[in-house]
């Protein structure tokens, strides 16, 4: 017996001595599961999911702009020789991100709130840094990403993840949450990296407090991934600006050779979408309307709601149900329900034909077939109710999944929605625009309250404009200084 522990222990000690690499930033030795060619192809893999989840915003003059000043930063990173790739997503969430191999995506939300390019570069900087670092790399060797279904942030049973398809590697890596040591590390990076392309780095510690003022005014919700599991606010604001000093001085940089660019920053976002796109689909009283697709529909009260390119999807509270709207292969509704039943490896219980509103539909009632390892691993089998719907040259697929012992609890939530999916024909809710960031110029020298009072922001949105421009509202303007506005 010990002879063979001792012989099933050997290829393992092999293969941990293995894994030690050398962190390209600290020089020190460490334990990865992956090697850089592996990390490569996981970002490979990763970029056209989240592209898919998030769609790419189409600005082609700030594409170019955050890739020039991407490539810039990644040569005089401590990875040169990795394969950047630098993208704006279409999501108005304030948030930036990095998955391994070399690609660092920007919401237009983020863009939307800096207010200067050294704030963008710090942002940059701290991306490429975690990067650098292999931060996500180790952390994989932490969590069981593949096993989690993630809907806006809401962590879904296991076993439930299959139907929301959110559960896959790249979309897992999203909400990889960075210890406090990491946060502090690509802080000091951030800094480093944008020092070294001319930056004031001081800047960057400055928007952490609009990452604060956002969250707070947000009631903590969607809270940006700078600040989930960061270091006190406060102390880091002191680092940030310690190290940029520090830097200045290091790289003999005066005071007038440190870029800022507020303006220059600024009208490049002339124009940047705000917001949601009411054109994507948008909420109004719990009701979900799709002008481009023509067609509403409402959400159970109190779950949680994330809208994609690709599919809406729904979850309560607890986790233990979900629900989510898709188009559905084939051309008839009968090749749709079969081509439904093979993709989710259902049993059929019963089907009907019917209709809803007036609409072609089938309603099935369905549960997940089971090998012997997914029942080893389920608590209990999984009952799903779908609706195929036909309308306007498509047809829809939604379907509700809960377990089987909690399935009766949940089917009133998912027939109300289903049995209410609608034609959209309100001229209100279909003629939607989309809210964009408008560049004001300011004459005299009003406080940033007076100036937005005389733009005609409503008053619950003062506070909110005050966050996206990174003033407090008692903020003294001169002439020509330059503001943000939001117009349809």
Known sequence: MKK???????????????????????????MVFMSEAQEIALGKESDPQILAQYGLYENEALQAFITEKGKKMAAVSHRPNLNYEFRIVDSDILNAFAVPGGYVYFTRGIM???????????????????IAARHSVIQQRNAMLGQLGLIAGLVIAPDL?????????????LFLKFGRDDESQSDQLG???SSKIGYDAKEMAGFFKTLQRSAAQAGGEELPDFLSTHPNPADRFEAVGKSAVEWQKKLNL???QMQINRNSYLKRIEGLLYGEDPN???????????????????LPAGWYFQNTPQRVQMAPKDGKAMMMLTMAPGKTLEESANAVLQQYSLKLIESKKTAVNGLQAIAMLADQQQDQQQQQQQSSVLRTLSYLISYGGNIYHLIGVAGAPDFNQYAPYFTNTMLKFNQLTDPSKLNQKPERVRIKTIAGAPTLRQALQTYKVPEKRIEEMAILNGMELDHKLSPGDLIKVIEK
């Open 254 to 256: 005066t005071q007038a």
């Open 161 to 173: 993840a299959q139907f929301a398809e959110s559960a896959s590697q790249g979309l897992s890596l």
């Open 112 to 130: 939307a709130h800096f207010n200067n390019e050294a704030e963008f570069a710090g942002v940059l900087g701290h991306e490429i840094g975690h």
């Open 280 to 298: 994507q689909g948008f909420v109004e009283n719990n009701t979900f309307y799709h002008p481009l697709l023509r067609l509403q529909f409402p």
């Open 4 to 30: 063979m522990l001792f012989s099933a222990i050997l290829p393992l000690f092999f293969l941990l001595a293995d894994s030690c690499s050398t962190n390209p930033v600290t020089g020190k030795k460490q």
């Open 191 to 193: 800094v480093e990296y």
